[in-house]
């Protein structure tokens, strides 16, 4: 996957993503996102590139506190994702299937956390305000759901891998995505 380009049409941010990852230049598309002109839990999204790169090519201990670090931004609690979020989903699809990655499993869990974020639209239904306001939370909510079961496919080969870990998360996120 994820090689990810985007096109921007008024402010929604869609993703084109290639079916292999790069394992000779892991994340080579990220400076074609907007980064800086979305936002994350701590309002700019500028930071969410660098803790991509630390995710892919950081020793366990960084990754670690990358994924710590990402996972806050970008589904908050678990549960709670912001504008950045879709467009970060191809690059954690492509992280988790980069042999060399510290942490897959880890990155496997948040895609999952991702998928099931239902945060914005159960509040949305009971406060519709929520719907006019400024930001599109929900939007960005349906976004980052789609963006995830948009390459389910590249879960397969995750399945059977050695390592018990990283097959258990990807069991659970096949799971959560009725595959």
């Given amino acids: 996957m994820s090689a990810a380009t985007t096109e921007q049409t008024g402010t929604e ?13 892991p994340l080579r598309n990220l400076s074609r996102v907007p980064w800086g002109r979305m936002r994350d839990s701590r309002g ?9 790169n630390l995710l892919a090519r950081g020793e366990e201990a960084v990754a670690r ?17 912001e ?5 970060t989903v191809p690059f954690l699809w492509e992280i988790a299937r ?27 239904r009971s406060y519709p305000k929520l719907l006019h306001q400024g930001e599109d939370w929900v939007g960005w909510e349906r976004q980052a759901r789609r963006a995830v079961r948009a390459d389910r496919h590249l879960l397969a080969p995750l399945l059977t891998e050695n390592d018990p870990e990283l097959a ?12």
Avoid: K
């Fill in 13 to 25: 941010h869609r993703l084109a993503t290639p079916a292999a990852a790069d394992v000779t230049a």
């Fill in 44 to 52: 700019s999204a500028a930071a969410v590139p660098s803790l991509l």
């Fill in 65 to 81: 506190t990358a994924l710590a670090e990402l996972r806050e931004r970008i589904c908050q609690y678990g549960f709670v994702v």
């Fill in 83 to 87: 504008q950045a979020t879709a467009p």
């Fill in 98 to 124: 980069l042999p060399h990655a510290a942490c897959r499993a880890g990155v496997l869990d948040l895609l999952r956390n991702i998928a099931e974020a239902r945060q914005w639209e159960l509040t949305a």
């Fill in 168 to 179: 258990t998360a990807a069991s659970a996120l096949a799971r959560t995505l009725h595959m």
